[in-house]
């Protein structure tokens, strides 16, 4: 049933360390071969062994409209064939930050990036700039892509200096990096009163990188006052909800503001694309306006800012999108939830928009070390099992699944249904 898979995986290995362009796609933590994949179809995957899967990662969130939805397709062929980058301005650069510009009062200017990586990179060097000085906080369990100063392994959720996660990172660079516990205010408090030298606060607003963890609004308040009251930016790092939480992503839930948000995913509708954006005042630092110096060769790419377009115009048009993804969203986990009932699972349960979560475990994880105590086995088997009978779930518990425009009651019924056989036996 995987056979041809297993053989494209070995000669993956061969070529590509670990056989895949970024490490969650090897099924590491569940263990097993990925399927390969040959093509998308609305809310279907193929592999190259024929399965067809009904996929809750869309890419693990870019693809709200699916995959090959035609109006993307269309302006993505289309502006291909004016070619493909030109390393000089386009007009579809400044429709694309007009569109995101005019949703949120607090940004009044987009730069546009290659991924969300970038995109958070650059935010960190700009609330340095802006602030001239040098030390961030990050939180333990939200990732903020591998730039060198973000890869700090979690601590025991005191705030800590941050050492390196992985090898290649010098701590020089990461001494900089202050770690606190999610939707802890006293360890952030702390954190403060340690160091007068903090930049900003960069925050998932709601993690989506330790399974779907939403920061509690009182927390996010905090963040705020702290920032305010020592001269340090607020980042809400959008990569993930930008677009998916919400219309306006998790700024669209939450009461408290941002001084910099970062976009990723959804804006480039599966085009390489991040952006980070914030007021003139703040952007006025970046270069070539200021002196904060960023850059990118295929920046603002004309393909991806075509997708990204027709991709949040649509959203703009039908913000019913929304209503209908979340109702979607919540039968498929009110749907898990009832059949682990039944069969004595302890399952926790989670959504934000289009965005959900699930946790083996008796109790709801609130930070990163709550969502370790969860059930890896059990979710490994449970994995594999849906995997078999046709749907694809983000391969860890340590990540979100997306429920995309096309996905059906009956589809995710299905999926209920389906859930329920495993579970007698999980
Ligand atoms: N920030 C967040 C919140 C993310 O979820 C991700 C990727 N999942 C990133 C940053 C990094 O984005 P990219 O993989 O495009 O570099």
């Not at 700090?152 to 390196?164: E, K, W």
């Not at 090898?167 to 160091?195: M, Q, R, W």
């Not at 393909?303 to 979340?326: C, T």
């Not at 979560?357 to 449970?382: H, I, L, Q, W, Y």
Request: proline fraction near 4%; charged fraction near 20%.
């Amino acid at each position: 049933m995987f056979n041809k898979s297993i053989k494209a995986y070995e000669e993956a290995c061969e070529v590509i360390p670990g056989g895949v362009d970024s490490p969650v796609r090897a099924f590491k933590s569940v263990g097993g071969t990925p399927p390969f994949i040959e093509k998308g179809e609305g809310a279907y995957l193929f592999d190259i062994d024929g399965n067809k899967y009904l996929d809750f990662v869309q890419s693990w969130g870019p693809l709200i409209f699916g995959h090959c939805d035609k109006d993307i397709e269309n302006a993505v062929i289309e502006t291909a064939k004016k070619g493909l980058s030109f390393g000089a301005p386009t007009v579809l650069e400044t429709q694309l930050a007009n569109e995101i510009v005019e949703m949120f009062e607090n940004i009044d200017k987009v730069r546009f990036v290659s991924s969300g990586t970038e995109a958070v990179m650059s935010a960190i060097r700009l609330a340095r700039g802006v602030t001239g000085k040098n030390d961030i906080v990050k939180f333990e369990g939200c990732y903020h892509g591998h730039s060198d100063s973000l890869l700090v392994q979690a601590g025991s959720g005191m705030a800590t200096f941050g050492s390196p996660s992985s090898p290649g990172v010098p701590a020089d660079l990461t001494k900089h990096t202050l770690l606190c516990e999610y939707n802890n205010i006293e360890n952030l408090k702390k954190c403060f009163t340690d160091s007068s030298d903090i930049a900003c606060i960069i925050i998932e607003p709601i993690a989506g990188n330790m399974g779907l963890v939403p920061a509690d609004e009182e927390f996010l308040k905090a963040c705020r006052e702290l920032c305010d009251a020592n001269n340090a930016l607020l980042i809400f790092d959008e990569v993930m909800s930008g677009f998916r939480a919400s219309l306006k992503g998790a700024s669209g839930i939450s009461k408290t503001k941002a001084d910099i948000i970062t976009f990723g995913k959804v804006i480039g509708a599966g085009m390489p694309v991040g952006a980070f954006a914030s007021n003139k005042r703040i952007m006025g630092y970046l270069s070539p306006d200021g002196t904060v110096y960023q850059a990118g060769t295929l920046s603002g790419n004309p393909v991806a800012m075509a997708a990204g377009l027709v991709s949040l115009r649509k959203l703009k048009a039908n913000p019913e999108i929304y209503d209908d993804l979340s109702v979607k969203a919540l039968r498929l986990v009110n749907g898990l939830k009832r059949v682990a009932n039944e069969n004595n699972i302890p399952l926790q349960v989670n959504t934000r928009g289009s965005m959900f979560g699930f946790f083996f475990c008796e109790k709801e994880p609130k930070n990163f070390k709550e969502v370790g105590f969860c059930d890896f086995k059990r979710f490994a088997t449970f994995h594999h099992e849906m995997l078999k009978k046709g749907f694809y779930f983000a391969c860890s518990q340590y990540e979100t699944g997306f429920i995309c425009t096309k996905i059906t009651n009956e589809d995710i019924d299905a999926c209920i249904n389906a859930a329920n056989q495993i579970m007698k036996n999980l």
